[in-house]
């Protein structure tokens, strides 16, 4: 049975979840997508004996990356994120920050590739392009506890938004059809918002499939 645990912080006005995956024996934290008060992230982490070691994103909307220019300062640590959202992350446009009248741009340190692993705090993590909520939007699988980062992909009994920019329908479903519900069924599903879900679940009730 694997060691690794997931723990969420749902922040910011959607309540987006903000989680971190870490070793229980080593308690250094994987951050995915800090969604608002990175100094609050970072206190409330290394208040429980945390050490952060790494900021990954799902996908550039504002909603989610709030908080990484503090969070990153705080733990001096490195932001990764799919190379195909690196435009978008740029862009206070495209990532609809403007709109909410809250300007935030990031650059990612790390940019990662379609099936790309990499390894930090102990963990291997791979990245799996899943285009359709937005060009560059990424989950992140651990296949040594079974768990799914999903972003803004697939939620618990519904699917990504894709009417903002850069967002495709019929890419989104083709997404989800063939790199997310092609997972061990059992694999467990952590989405943007929400409630946790599993592939097997989605599969055979979400209403869009």
Do not use: W
Request: aromatic residues 10%; proline residues 5%; glycine residues 10%.
């Amino acid at each position: 049975m694997s060691d690794i645990k997931i723990g969420r912080i749902p922040l910011g006005m959607y309540q987006t979840n903000c989680y971190f995956v870490y070793r229980e024996d080593l308690r250094e934290a994987v951050i995915f997508d800090p969604a608002d008060s990175g100094d609050y992230i970072y206190k409330a982490l290394t208040d429980k004996g945390f050490s952060i070691k790494a900021i990954a994103l799902t996908h550039g909307h504002f909603d989610h990356i709030f908080g990484v220019k503090k969070l990153k300062a705080a733990a001096e640590c490195k932001v990764y994120a799919l190379d195909k959202e690196e435009k978008l992350l740029g862009d206070m446009n495209l990532n609809v920050s403007v709109s909410v009248g809250r300007p935030v741009v990031v650059e990612p340190d790390i940019l990662l590739r379609d099936n790309e692993e990499f390894s930090v705090a102990g963990i291997t993590f791979k990245t799996l392009s899943t285009p359709g909520h937005t060009a560059g939007s990424a989950c992140y699988y651990i296949e040594e506890a079974g768990y799914l980062i999903a972003g803004d992909t697939l939620f618990s009994g519904s699917i990504g938004r894709s009417d903002l920019p850069t967002g495709n329908g019929p890419e989104l479903i083709e997404s989800i059809e063939n790199r997310i519900f092609t997972l061990p069924g059992e694999t467990k599903v952590y989405p943007g918002h929400g409630d946790t879900t599993t592939v097997e679940f989605e599969k055979e009730n979400n209403p869009f499939f």
